[in-house]
């Protein structure tokens, strides 16, 4: 990863007052009616097959096809359906109708987006994503598809300000992605509380070009080597005191986040193709999200997960061979009793 860190003083934080929380207060990108990208222009989902739009007991959010039967989108939006997958609409390519199967939300997710894991996936069904292209999740062997300046796109709906009308069109923003350091000093300054996880989140946009409500659980995205690939998806943005004025925060789709995807939908790692393990030679990705103690692998939360290049198994040794066939009739049965008998004579 060269995304860069820096600590935060903690100390001042803790004595801060109610005013500095106010300060770096967050919203989580949905509402209704909806809003969407500041700084955008006008596209189709014709131009952006992978985007998909999804709609949650009525609120709008974006969200992108990583699978023919598989919508990623945030976890702030999916619980808005309450598990009940009757109240989400699902709009492949921003228009054509899909049936939601299952609602599956990342289980570290705690309700509060400014925290991370803020994940959901919608199963769906049908013919409705036939032919369409998926976009690739995640890229574990390249650091530069979450590097600073690194040039990305966001697709979302609604309207081009904070405070405009609902536009019916699918708006596209090209901007770049920023450090771990720039978006700290948004949303961890060291006089305010802490929102910002690097491991668990990123960074993009300008003051007047970002994501706002509406955009939750859209795509944003880099190219790499010619391949559209999702670096993260649409999470919050600062609320005061101004509303959608500062980049937005993203949840990653690297390390733990995108373990856990890849766990769930095991076409994300067969997406990425085959790797060189450590030694130089060929290898297959391995992936691991669970809850169950792995004392080797990395932690999160309570869970454990590890995304690695390792060799591919080994085949099982050849059976050996069997013997020949006997042309020997075998002795009658009375053999053992009458070995006399000319029945059991043998030469």
């Not at 709009?91 to 309700?111: E, M, V, W």
Request: with cysteine; hydrophobic share 40%; net charge negative.
């Amino acid at each position: 990863m060269t995304k860069t860190t820096s600590s935060i003083a903690l100390l001042v934080r803790r004595t801060a007052v109610a005013v500095a929380a106010a300060a770096t207060a967050v919203s989580t990108l949905f509402a209704a009616p909806a809003h969407a990208v500041i700084g955008g222009t006008p596209t189709t989902g014709d131009s952006f097959p992978y985007y998909v739009r999804v709609e949650f007991n009525g609120v709008t959010c974006g969200g992108s096809l990583i699978e023919h039967a598989v919508v990623l989108t945030a976890a702030h939006c999916a619980a808005n359906a309450g598990g009940d997958v009757s109240k989400v609409k699902v709009f492949i390519k921003d228009r054509i109708p899909a049936t939601a199967t299952s609602i599956t939300i990342h289980p570290l997710y705690n309700g509060n987006a400014d925290e991370g894991h803020d994940l959901a996936l919608v199963g769906i069904s049908g013919n409705a994503s036939s032919g369409v292209p998926v976009v690739r999740v995640g890229s574990p062997w390249d650091g530069d598809a979450y590097a600073v300046n690194t040039p990305a796109t966001l697709v979302g709906h609604g309207s081009t300000s904070a405070s405009g009308a609902t536009s019916p069109d699918l708006q596209v923003l090209q901007t770049v992605l920023h450090s771990d350091d720039y978006m700290a000093g948004i949303y961890d300054p060291w006089w305010g509380p802490n929102h910002w996880n690097p491991t668990l989140m990123i960074g993009a946009g300008w003051s007047n070009q970002t994501a706002c409500h509406g955009d939750s659980g859209g795509p944003l995205t880099v190219v790499r080597n010619g391949v559209i690939t999702q670096v993260g998806v649409v999470s919050f943005v600062k609320s005061w005191p101004n509303d959608c004025a500062d980049p937005a925060v993203y949840a990653e789709l690297s390390g733990p986040q995108l373990a856990w995807i890849a766990t769930q939908v095991p076409f994300v790692a067969t997406s990425w193709g085959g790797c060189t393990t450590p030694h130089g030679t060929a290898g297959i990705w391995h992936v691991e999200y669970h809850s169950y103690f792995s004392p080797a692998i990395p932690q999160d939360g309570p869970n454990y997960w590890d995304i690695e290049c390792m060799p591919p198994p080994q085949p099982a040794p050849p059976s050996p061979p069997k013997p020949p066939a006997s042309d020997t009739k075998p002795l009658p049965t009375y053999c053992k009793t009458k070995p006399w008998m000319p029945a059991c004579q043998t030469v």
